[in-house]
């Protein structure tokens, strides 16, 4: 991670525009913009806090060596509108190696996007000429996570298209959540009978061996002990052996502990357990912003997973919910039919891509959107894929069963 860059500022003049672009390329000037980045959050109307200034920084401290800075500032005069938070990074495709324009993010990242307050079209114009300006530096813009309804995915494939560039998209998650409204009875009344039935019944049984509570963690002082507790359980089930959890890589365990604290510092940290006879058995690591609660990640000890104590931390936690006034819960990541016996609404997330028209990129977009797509649809790959899948199920340790009956 190279601090030494200088910021450089590029004119795009246009002639229904005076828009220009600033590139931020170094690390000091991405940490001097927390003020402005978050009003600027506000002021676009993003509400989910995976785009706020400390989670950026936090990212980049965690997960930026290697990568290098791109973030673009569009300017109306001195006054910023619009953020373009990008990186330079290299992948391989298919074996292939690139460079990649792409967010600043990656698997731990559920949400993302530009952030865009007004002149929207102009600014976009804007982000997109300075990036053909800047084209030599890529192969691949590669935006991932973006919502459904951002309007960067219509721009950028408007924008590609009066360029000739190769285009794609593929949707990544449907990620559950719930709107929370009217009273906790109501809405649990509406669930599946055999869904309340379950919950009741494991509840029941859990108690049997203690009282059942749900903890909050609210200020810094037990916080590094609770998140130390919190990441034993996330990865005591099947996650350490498959070398998958937080404690198993050492960035992720720096990013979730690092994002802890600043978080809680600002009152958005929702770190709960759930506890048998103060025992802790479950965890919920989420984050609250806007008046809506986003579950980063759960955890729960396999000797009780007969018990279904993610769900049940998901019941008292939702009571809490409705009686609270929360406005949503959002389960993010993919559609598992755990979250989806709390409820039916989910939102999509896409991954974009523009292929510059270097060979190699041309390559993988022909791989990518036409030839692999092309052999899903024949029968002997279908066969093939679902065999691999299976081989790869049955080999893997299982994941809390009883969250899906």
Same mark, same amino acid.
């Given at each position: 991670?190279?601090?030494?860059?200088?910021?450089?500022?590029?004119?795009?003049?246009?002639?229904?525009?005076e828009?220009?672009?600033?590139?931020?390329s170094?690390?000091?000037?991405?940490?001097?913009?927390?003020?402005?980045?978050?009003?600027?959050?506000?002021?676009?109307?993003i509400?989910?806090p995976?785009?706020?200034?400390?989670?950026?920084?936090?990212?980049?401290?965690?997960?930026?060596?290697g990568?290098?800075?791109?973030?673009?500032?569009?300017?109306?005069?001195?006054?910023?509108?619009?953020?373009?938070?990008l990186?330079l990074?290299?992948?391989?495709?298919?074996?292939?190696?690139?460079r990649?324009?792409?967010?600043?993010?990656?698997?731990h990242? &559920?949400?993302?996007? /530009?952030?865009? +307050?007004?002149?929207?079209?102009?600014?976009? @114009?804007a982000? =997109?000429?300075? %990036?053909?300006?800047?084209?030599?530096?890529?192969?691949?813009l590669?935006?991932?996570?973006v919502?459904?309804?951002?309007?960067?995915?219509?721009?950028?494939?408007?924008?590609?298209?009066?360029?000739?560039?190769?285009?794609?998209?593929?949707?990544?998650a449907?990620?559950?959540?719930?709107?929370?409204?009217?009273?906790?009875?109501?809405?649990?009344?509406?669930?599946h009978?055999?869904?309340?039935?379950?919950?009741?019944?494991r509840?029941?049984?859990?108690?049997?061996?203690?009282e059942?509570?749900?903890?909050?963690?609210?200020s810094?002082?037990?916080?590094?002990s609770?998140?130390e507790?919190g990441?034993?359980?996330?990865?005591?089930?099947?996650?350490?052996?498959?070398?998958?959890?937080?404690h198993?890589? &050492?960035?992720?365990? /720096?990013?979730? +502990?690092?994002?802890?604290?600043?978080f809680? @510092?600002?009152? =958005?940290?929702? %770190?709960?357990?759930?506890?048998?006879?103060?025992?802790?058995?479950?965890?919920?690591y989420?984050?609250?912003?806007?008046?809506?609660?986003?579950?980063?990640?759960?955890?729960?000890?396999?000797?009780?997973?007969a018990?279904?104590?993610?769900?049940?931390l998901?019941?008292?936690?939702l009571?809490?919910?409705?009686?609270?006034?929360?406005?949503?819960?959002?389960?993010?990541g993919?559609?598992?039919e755990?979250?989806?016996?709390?409820?039916?609404?989910?939102r999509?997330?896409?991954?974009?891509?523009?292929?510059?028209?270097?060979?190699?990129?041309?390559?993988?977009?022909?791989?990518?959107?036409?030839?692999?797509?092309?052999?899903?649809q024949?029968?002997?790959y279908?066969?093939?894929?679902?065999?691999?899948?299976?081989?790869?199920?049955?080999?893997?340790?299982?994941?809390?069963?009883?969250?899906?009956?």
């Open positions: 991670m190279d601090c030494s860059e200088t910021v450089e500022l590029i004119d795009n003049p246009t002639a229904e525009s828009l220009s672009i600033e590139i931020i170094d690390s000091d000037s991405l940490i001097g913009m927390e003020s402005l980045w978050n009003r600027l959050l506000d002021e676009a109307g509400d989910y995976f785009l706020t200034h400390q989670w950026v920084r936090t990212w980049w401290e965690c997960f930026g060596a990568k290098k800075l791109h973030v673009l500032l569009v300017k109306d005069g001195d006054e910023v509108i619009a953020i373009a938070p990186m990074t290299r992948r391989k495709f298919y074996g292939l190696p690139l990649c324009l792409e967010f600043i993010a990656n698997v990242t &559920p949400r993302f996007d /530009f952030i865009v +307050t007004r002149r929207p079209a102009e600014a976009y @114009r982000i =997109w000429a300075s %990036l053909t300006e800047q084209r030599r530096l890529w192969d691949v590669l935006l991932c996570q919502p459904s309804d951002s309007r960067t995915r219509e721009e950028i494939a408007r924008l590609a298209a009066q360029e000739n560039l190769h285009y794609g998209q593929w949707c990544s449907h990620s559950p959540y719930l709107t929370v409204q009217g009273t906790w009875e109501n809405y649990f009344k509406q669930l009978s055999k869904h309340r039935a379950n919950v009741r019944r509840l029941k049984r859990l108690s049997e061996l203690g059942v509570e749900m903890e909050r963690i609210s810094e002082q037990p916080l590094e609770a998140l507790e990441f034993r359980i996330e990865g005591a089930a099947w996650k350490d052996r498959n070398g998958t959890s937080i198993a890589q &050492p960035e992720s365990r /720096f990013f979730y +502990t690092k994002l802890g604290q600043r809680l @510092r600002q009152g =958005w940290l929702q %770190l709960c357990f759930l506890t048998v006879g103060g025992r802790r058995v479950a965890f919920h989420s984050l609250g912003y806007n008046n809506k609660v986003y579950l980063l990640k759960p955890g729960y000890d396999p000797e009780h997973a018990c279904s104590p993610v769900n049940l998901c019941f008292l936690f009571q809490k919910a409705f009686d609270n006034g929360l406005g949503e819960f959002d389960f993010l993919v559609d598992d755990w979250k989806l016996q709390w409820t039916r609404m989910t999509s997330h896409y991954w974009v891509y523009v292929f510059s028209r270097a060979p190699l990129a041309s390559l993988v977009h022909l791989a990518k959107f036409r030839l692999i797509p092309g052999l899903q024949k029968r002997v279908q066969v093939l894929r679902d065999r691999i899948v299976s081989l790869w199920r049955s080999a893997r340790p299982a994941k809390e069963t009883a969250l899906s009956e």
